[in-house]
């Protein structure tokens, strides 16, 4: 099989949560471990970091990694999904994991790992690890799936354990209560490894605290100490803050989100500058400006055109749509174009009180089977006062928006990760 081949025996021949859901959950990690001792627990060769939350885990692991790197480490990054590539998942400083290495790893092990029947990410998640080893990276920052406890990334015993934030989401999978979801997020706590909680709620902060009571982990809440004391939208769409310990910090990535990773990633790093980990303490100014070079991380407000401008966000839930619906808000245009569409396991009711009403819709879908047909989400809009038409793809719509925009106008692409990764396909392959 060629590497696009194999991509697709990946995604066919194992149950893929991004294409159906609840049927590739497999809660447990029997399959993982099974695959941790073939391939002699690659994850030992290295240090880790384990990154878990509802939101801003994507981001702050590429900043953790984009840091590391800066320090001059060898860094691996696992992250998931991904918006354009496979590859996209698995990096070592910044580049993907090759082709050929994808193509090898299937033909020369399932024979193993067929009769297993792991997940996809079960699978994904092996061959991460023994990349990494064969890669001999000093330290991968390996980013959590699905909940914590269960999730198969599970099996490292890092040196450091953050987990970014809670909110309601994957409740059929974690729980329909913060404390239900933040007891299941807090299994990635280690016994003596410190933890750090970006952000934290009266339901979720007791859970924290008795996990790592128990564990003998020393636990931070980044709330509690705030490392960013200012922060500023540049007019590249960045973001600059002011910090207690580290004077001016340009961040790469853009989104008023950010602020917050960026709180989270401080206080993470100060525990590795302090446990002697990162060598050098202008290496995390550095990292933060350097994050997309370094890591390549895509769909975090990323402008993609100025005239129109376009925009597009992998904000996929409530939590998410808090803070993207006061920037989109906050940018001065003639008129706001919103391609639009989400996935059936998010609370699209809630995420439709917190759009624009003012805004023209391009109501889609992705193209995974978990898409909320684009018919249904234009009731949905309807039922909120918000309106627009319907179109078969997220391709159709945005042409349809940049055919209709006006330079002075602003497009904005989101909803779901898998929006925003069919229009990063859409505008790669136009």
């Given amino acids: 099989m060629n590497y696009q081949q194999t991509v697709e025996y990946l995604f066919n021949a194992t149950p893929v949560f991004e294409k159906v859901g609840a049927s590739a959950y497999k809660e447990g990690l029997f399959n993982s471990e099974e695959l941790d001792r073939h391939f002699h627990h690659p994850h030992r060769h290295f240090m880790t970091i384990h990154i878990a939350g509802t939101n801003g885990k994507g981001s702050c692991s590429h900043t953790i990694a984009s840091i590391l790197q800066t320090d001059g480490y060898k860094v691996g990054l696992y992250t998931s999904p991904h ?7 698995i990096r070592v400083n910044g580049e993907p994991i090759s082709e050929d290495y994808v193509v090898r790893f299937v033909e020369e092990e399932r024979s193993f790992f067929e009769p297993l029947h792991p997940s996809f990410f079960e699978l994904t998640t092996a061959m991460a690890f023994k990349y990494f080893a064969d890669m001999e990276v000093d330290i991968a920052v390996i980013e959590v799936g699905l909940g914590g406890r269960l999730d198969c990334t599970n099996i490292i015993t890092p040196i450091l354990s953050v987990i970014t934030n809670i909110s309601l989401d994957h409740t059929q999978f974690l729980g329909n209560t913060l404390a239900k979801i933040a007891g299941e997020k807090a299994g990635i706590i280690k016994p003596n490894v410190p933890v750090v909680i970006g952000e934290n709620h009266p339901e979720t902060r007791p859970v924290f605290t008795q996990k790592a009571e128990q564990l ?8 509690d100490t705030p490392e960013v004391t200012k922060a500023q939208t540049e007019s590249d769409g960045t973001m600059s803050f002011l910090s207690s310990h580290y004077g001016h910090i340009h961040y790469g990535l853009g989104g008023y989100y950010q602020a917050k990773n960026a709180n989270t990633v401080l206080h993470a790093v100060t525990c590795l500058l302090q446990d002697g980990v990162i060598r050098h303490a202008d290496s995390i100014p550095q ?19 100025r005239s129109p401008l376009v ?22 245009c003639r008129q706001l174009r919103m391609v639009f569409g989400m996935v059936d396991d998010k609370d699209i009711q809630t995420v439709m009180t917190l759009l624009p009403k003012n805004a023209t819709y391009y109501f889609t879908k992705a193209t995974t089977h978990r898409a909320i047909p684009e018919t249904k989400v ?8 918000l309106k627009g038409k319907t179109y078969g793809s997220v391709t159709e719509a945005y042409r349809a928006a940049l055919d209709d925009a006006q330079p002075d106008d602003f497009v904005f692409v989101g909803g779901s990760s898998y929006i925003v990764a069919d229009f990063l396909e859409s505008i790669k392959i136009s």
């Fill in 216 to 223: 003998s982990s020393p636990i931070t809440f980044a709330e």
């Fill in 378 to 385: 234009i009731e949905y809009g309807a039922e909120h006062g």
């Fill in 287 to 305: 990292g933060f400006a350097d994050v997309c070079p370094n890591t390549h991380i895509m769909g975090r407000w990323q402008i993609c055109q």
């Fill in 83 to 89: 918006l354009v590539d496979f590859r996209e998942r």
């Fill in 311 to 332: 925009v597009c966000d992998t904000g996929h839930n409530v939590g998410g749509w808090q803070y993207l619906s006061r920037q989109i808000a906050g940018v001065p």
